[in-house]
DNA sequence: TTGTAAGCGTTATCAC
DNA sequence: GTGATAACGCTTACAA
């Protein structure tokens, strides 16, 4: 497979008949004499060198590797995000780690803590229940971190964040505005960042709209995935007949869809529905979906630009940039078929 | 942020009153008297030592890390890739890497010549078009490789492949047993090993069903995409009426339906569809899509098996697994509504 | 401008 | 079993 052994600074300055430091010079750009920096470019080229990655980090402290820690790969959503942060991160020399969670609290933490072994120079994180713990992991991190969330008021890191309460009740208002009067709510966990937001912002609209709180219409489903979804609406349609459905995430509202194509039920004529995240998905169901776009793509951009500024000045305040959420209106409810 | 430095082995050796060497063996598990192998281990957590990535890379020559590349992140295909690989790394205490090419030939090549760098033990690359240049730059590969995909025949490099030639055929055939007469192909680009390995397989079901070849009906599509599938569909029905469309994957299988739906077409009953890659796609269509499931997650746990494997072992003899297609009948065809 | 030499934090090879 | 000590391949003062 590979021969000898590859190269290193000391045999491109050999054949350039240099020092090791001049031609680790003339590799990193520094000025040097005409003459010598073409003797150790042609070495270099001769001999085929490349750093080594492992040795140029333990001495320079710099990894070019930048982690990416979010709760799921296979959701959508995160593929989107990652496609963000992977232009930004490669625009910036870097290369992206990725690493899934599954949500689990305790797999973040540890996550956060191995950040010490600095094999990244930083992080961008997800994470759907910011905790006690996560504050302080975050702030005491090895290296700089942003937060794709909601940590509590105070913490001391760049965050960026969607405002999906309002994204939640603008989507109530609408099919509200739809003539629709018996609003479901079908829900991911409530102990979770997202799922607490946009309840509140369902309760929000419903005042709002002079509607009556219902708890029959609220239906809380063991996870955001399709099968979630689907099994709550099934559950939510034995006792009641709602005429509109606002699911909390587009995965959900795909298990819907489902469950009410089971149940005989036409979207959106009998039931008007309406997601959110506005995923790839969202677009090609059918009806297609109407859905509160949260701004995925632009929030991961932001965080890893963020980050890679962070990492050059370690010691500017934080930030905290909002990302505002945008009605995209499909045949589920309000576009004509 | 960081407070100090962070503690190194000769910390935890001083405080523990031990030679670095003494408390490195410790830490790496090497026998050692239980009473040193105390103070270590207590030294060690008191002063919150965490082993330096870099450090323990150059010196021993591993990594800890192992990149894929793909295509396309945002592909469900992919996505369902990196989950499974992901399982097989982390089981093997390693980090991932992943890396999307933009199925980019020059950016393939690129990323295999940067390997040299060493910042990895090992890498699975999924290539669309697999060149001679991708055969050298394999074979002399600075780590380990592992190709999703088909190498030339006589390329020396561990391989994993889908059968997707009869994956193609055994769509075709669903199709005529389903009794429809004039199928259509969309294809992606022909030049890729996908697109000229479903190509035969069409024409080869083609033959064994007794119909006639006619290249009238077969339309290739700009890319493997969504969009790429409508146009090509909307293409394909103004010059013919076909009662059938084989699509080379699920998303061209998507955008199929979105050109039919808009041309008022109903499938099955006009036109029965069957894409292909069981993506989480295809289940959730209207209606759901017969599909041929290629094992991607399988594929992909393989090949991961297969390079952990071969960073132990780097002199074994390359290994070829070929997994088998499946087709998932669906209402889109063959199943009932 | 260039060369010498001192690390960066580990692991591995020796003697003891 | 344990402790010096020499690498690993590179960057960066500092001296020339």
Redesign the interface.
């Known amino acids: ?2 021969e000898a052994s ?1 190269p290193t600074l000391a045999t491109v300055a050999k054949l350039a008949n240099v020092s090791v430091a001049s031609a680790s010079r003339v590799l990193n750009g520094i000025k040097t004499n005409p003459e010598t920096l073409q003797r150790v470019r042609e070495a270099a080229e001769a001999v ?1 060198y ?6 140029r ?2 001495r320079s402290r710099r ?1 070019r ?1 930048i982690a990416f820690a979010m709760p799921d ?2 959701n ?1 959503v995160y ?2 995000m ?2 963000s942060i ?1 232009r930004v991160v490669r625009a910036s020399g870097s ?6 969670t599954d949500g689990d609290v305790g797999d973040e933490l540890a996550f956060l ?2 950040l ?4 990244v120079d930083g992080l961008i994180i997800v994470s759907l229940e910011f905790t006690d713990a996560h504050a302080t992991a975050v ?6 971190v942003v937060v794709i969330g909601r940590p509590e008021k105070g913490v001391k890191v760049d965050t960026v964040r969607a405002n999906s309460r309002r994204g939640a009740a603008d989507a109530v208002r609408h099919l509200h505005a739809n003539g629709r009067r018996e609003i479901a709510f079908v829900n991911g966990p409530e102990r979770t960042a997202p799922g607490s937001a946009r309840k509140l912002g369902y309760l929000e609209a419903l005042r709002a709209c002079k509607l009556e709180r219902d708890d029959e219409l609220v239906e809380v489903a063991s996870d955001f995935t ?1 099968d979630g979804g689907r099994d709550a609406v099934a559950r939510l349609l034995e006792r009641r007949a709602p005429d509109a459905i606002f699911c909390a995430n587009d995965l959900l509202a ?1 298990g819907a ?2 469950a009410l ?1 089971a149940a005989g039920r036409t979207v959106p004529e009998d039931v008007a529905l309406v997601g959110m995240d506005n995923t ?2 969202s677009a ?3 009806p297609p979906l109407t859905t509160v776009d949260l701004g995925s793509g632009e929030r991961a951009r932001l965080a890893a630009e963020l980050l890679v500024a962070r990492i050059e000045h ?1 010691n500017r305040r934080p930030r905290l940039i909002g990302v505002d959420p945008k009605l995209v209106v499909r045949e589920s409810c309000g576009a004509a078929a």
């Open positions: 497979m590979q590859s085929g490349v750093p080594n990655a492992a040795a980090t333990l990894t590797q790969v296979s959508p593929t989107e990652v496609g992977a290369r992206l780690i990725l690493h899934s803590a191995d010490r072994q600095r094999y702030e005491n991190a090895a290296v700089p399709i795909l869809l489902s194509r790839t998905l090609v169901t059918w370690p």
